[in-house]
């Protein structure tokens, strides 16, 4: 956990500017550091060009730290903004989640580039040594030989599970601190916070207020034995918007769509984004149903392809 922490802290502390998470998490995981990462710096890391560690894989060390700002340095937009996902063995094999995600970026709207700014944080060897088979940044979660392979168990099990149509970049405000996207959204109003928050896609501009927002949805733990983070923010997020003067919003569904909102039983795909493997219990469902939700997309492409937008 202290470990999750520090990254947290690295990423959002030591920046200034934008962070850009997408990923998704655990229901039961009870550590809101997950949904805060990816990085803006404000100033540009010092990046050697070198390759992420070759020794062996799954037993990370102090290094492992150390070579993180290259990492981000190398991901990073003009902008310095940084896209970020965890996966794990179970979703990383050939064929599972994270084939999927990444297949999604190859054949959405203007969304290969975006590539070149994706982060992938695995959790486990088997899962390092796959990711950099497929991609080019991939980062070695510091946890020693910790076993993560059972995707049903461990906090890292739900973060590929989210295919990506266009850039939902696009759909957040400049003066937005921090935006997330949610299982139902009620009305029309993105900075109504009466919303039921889901962590498939995360947005936090890094500043001192942007901590503090953190730290207390981190400590509100204690307040609510028992309970996740998403149960966590839901229920404060507006509090702690207000108290570190954060400016909030969630993500309209029609933008970042996903299982949840059943009231949806058409998928608007002149208007999607992303599309998350929410409310499904299991592996093979969730990617049995979001290679379904991919290949309509395609057939979408083909017929509508010449005229396809952000």
């Given at each position: ?13 030591s ?20 949904g805060?990462?990816?990085a ?12 992420p ?5 799954g037993v ?13 340095s190398?991901a ?5 903004t940084?896209l ?14 994270m ?13 290969e580039p975006l590539?070149?700014h994706?982060?992938i ?11 950099e088979q497929v991609?080019?940044l991939?980062?070695?979660f510091?946890?020693g030989g ?7 168990r461990?906090v890292?099990?739900?973060?590929v599970?989210i295919v ?10 400049v ?5 997330m996207?949610?299982?139902s959204?009620y ?5 109504d916070?009466?919303?039921r ?6 947005y936090?501009k890094?500043?001192p ?12 733990r ?12 839901q229920?404060?997020e ?15 569904t ?14 608007d795909?002149n208007?999607l984004?992303t599309?998350h493997?929410?409310?499904l ?8 149903r ?8 395609k057939k979408?492409?083909?017929?509508n ?5 952000d």
């Open positions: 956990m202290s470990t999750v922490r520090n990254l947290l802290r690295f990423l959002v502390i920046s200034v500017a934008c962070v850009v998470l997408l990923l998704v998490q655990r229901a039961a995981d009870p550590c809101p550091c997950r805060a990462v990816p803006r710096k404000e100033q540009a890391l010092a990046a050697n060009g070198t390759h560690s070759k020794k062996k894989l990370a060390d102090e290094d492992d730290d150390n070579k993180l700002p290259e990492i981000l190398r990073a937009m003009e902008d310095k940084i970020m996902t965890f996966t794990n063995e179970a979703w990383s094999a050939p064929g599972s989640l084939d999927l995600f990444l297949e999604s970026f190859r054949i959405g709207v203007r969304t590539l070149k994706l982060v944080v695995t959790a486990d060897a088997k899962a390092f040594a796959r990711c991609h080019a991939c980062y070695a510091p946890g910790a076993n993560f392979a059972k995707e049903q461990f890292f099990t739900d973060d599970d990506w149509f266009r850039n939902p970049l696009l759909r957040i405000p003066a937005v601190d921090f935006a996207s949610a299982d959204f009305g029309d109003n993105p900075y916070l009466d919303k928050a889901n962590g498939g896609f995360v936090a890094a500043s207020r942007t901590v503090a927002f953190y730290e207390g949805w981190y400590e509100a204690k307040r609510f034995p028992g309970k996740n983070e998403q149960d966590l923010i229920k404060l507006r509090e702690l918007a207000v108290a570190h003067g954060v400016t909030a919003q969630f993500v309209d029609a933008y970042l769509g996903g299982f949840c909102e059943r009231r949806k039983k058409v998928m795909f208007k984004c599309f493997a929410n409310c219990v299991g592996l093979k469902m969730k990617l049995d979001l290679r379904g939700v991919l290949d309509a997309w979408f492409k083909a017929t392809g010449t005229v396809l937008t």
